[in-house]
């Protein structure tokens, strides 16, 4: 297979099945792209073709709870251990061992629990405003600042009611926290409707959520240092999360390097597409021996 288009299909992953958007060659090296919150394998459509045009094999999963892909229910079934096994699951059902990640926001804490706990199954990994779980608390609790803005994951942790605040008006609370934290622009009518199908489905919201309850479940520590090449894509004009979180998570990497974008909010990735893209397929082009 040496195609570049995309085609969706569903894929059979420990238990559960994953929803992904599949294109590039087949013989190309695996590049999971890992969305967050609350958007799914469309938060990627500006990075799918041109990766996969690069010679990348591209797969861009709903993550467990979204899309189309299973939604288990409790909140334990949203550990990070889970959510990262995923990840390692959906390589294995591909059929390789090692693979690339890319990861935004949720995404990116997955990705970086991914490459701590599975460093023998990572060649390279690029982070899009997602901070290190590890030191994520510790630096909030440093910097009250970062603790204001992340006021609303303590909202979530409340049964019931933050469901019934997202799905009133067809998800507009949710619309608008993407057109409000994000440049004019960023997201069009038709991109906010295609979330709102996903966001409507049965359970969607439960399950979405529970990835910041699970939260508080107990969790071991990375076991040392990031090992694989890292590259950190930082939109600096952020409202929820501050670009020192980018440095501290850098300083628990064996090699990695930051590159900021001063004009991008947290959707850098939609606001910025070309030179993403060319940041991107630079870094997960490179050979293994290749330092960032």
């Keep these: 297979m040496t195609r570049t288009e995309l085609a969706t299909r569903r894929i059979p992953v420990r238990g559960l099945t994953l929803s992904v958007a599949d294109a590039g060659p087949g013989n190309g090296p695996l590049t999971l792209l890992l969305h967050g919150f609350p958007e799914t394998w469309w938060g990627w459509r500006h990075q799918i073709g041109p990766l996969a045009a690069a010679g990348l094999r591209v797969v861009a999963p709903d993550q467990r709870g979204y899309g189309l892909s299973s939604r288990p229910e409790g909140i334990a079934a949203y550990h990070l251990d889970c959510l990262a096994g995923d990840v390692v699951g959906l390589a294995d059902a591909l059929g390789h061992d090692r693979f690339r990640v890319v990861g935004h926001d949720w995404g990116g ?116 240092p990031i090992r694989p090449p890292v590259l950190v894509l930082w939109g600096e004009r952020d409202t929820a999360l501050e670009r020192g979180l980018a440095a501290a998570s850098l300083r628990l990497c064996a090699q990695g390097a930051v590159r900021s974008f001063p004009h991008a909010t947290h959707w850098l990735q939609h606001e910025e597409p070309e030179a993403v893209n060319e940041a991107l397929i630079g870094f997960l082009t490179a050979s293994a021996a290749s330092q960032v």
């Design 109 to 224: 804490v997955v990705a970086w629990w991914v490459a701590a706990r599975y460093p023998d199954r990572l060649d390279r990994m690029a982070i899009l405003n997602a901070p290190h779980p590890d030191l994520f608390g510790a630096y909030a609790r440093r910097h009250p600042s970062q603790a204001l803005r992340s006021l609303y994951v303590g909202l979530f942790q409340l049964p019931v009611l933050p469901e019934a605040l997202l799905s009133a008006g067809d998800g507009a609370a949710l619309r608008r926290a993407l057109t409000q934290s994000s440049r004019p622009g960023a997201f069009s009518t038709e991109d906010l409707d295609r979330y709102a199908v996903a966001w409507r489905r049965p359970g969607a919201l439960t399950a979405m959520l529970n990835w910041y309850r699970a939260l508080r479940l107990p969790r071991e520590p990375a076991p040392g």
